[in-house]
């Protein structure tokens, strides 16, 4: 078994691919419209699906924002440099709601972007701490 997707519900699927692709660095995979049921599906990642697990965005043609709610946490992302990757956010016009530093408590460093619906994104920086959970088989 693997995970193979996240899904998000999105309001605006162009303002969505362009954030995801143009400021985080994804790829769009593949889309496709289904007419009758009045949406669209794009699956964006940094990989191919058969390797790496993607996100899919789907985007309802009559809904243009939804409410977040308080169950939904955030997506992570390792990145080599949490602080290059939040100046590249706010380069591209996207939005850093947590500048890049060691995490409460820690010392792993890290940060939060928002994407156009308000979805969280966390930057987790690659062996800047040791605070990762460990799992015995």
């Known amino acids: 078994m693997r995970m193979l997707h996240t899904m998000l519900r999105v309001g605006n699927l162009e303002k969505s691919l362009d954030f995801y692709q143009n400021v985080l660095g994804m790829k769009l995979l593949r889309q496709h419209d289904y007419p009758e049921g009045k949406f669209?599906?794009?699956?964006?990642?940094?990989?191919?699906?058969?390797?790496?697990?993607?996100?899919?965005?789907?985007?309802?043609?009559?809904?243009?924002?939804?409410?977040?709610?308080?169950?939904?946490?955030?997506?992570?992302?390792?990145?080599?440099?949490?602080?290059?990757?939040?100046?590249?956010?706010?380069?591209?016009?996207?939005?850093?709601?947590?500048?890049?530093?060691?995490?409460?408590h820690g010392t792993t460093v890290i940060a939060f972007v928002e994407d156009p619906d308000g979805y969280k994104i966390e930057f987790i920086q690659k062996n800047s701490g040791n605070d990762s959970v460990k799992y015995d088989k």
């Open 40 to 104: 669209s599906l794009a699956f964006v990642g940094y990989g191919e699906e058969t390797e790496h697990t993607v996100i899919e965005l789907t985007y309802n043609w009559d809904t243009d924002h939804y409410d977040l709610g308080t169950g939904y946490g955030h997506i992570a992302i390792e990145v080599d440099d949490a602080y290059h990757a939040c100046e590249l956010v706010k380069q591209k016009g996207g939005k850093v709601t947590r500048e890049a530093g060691p995490m409460m």
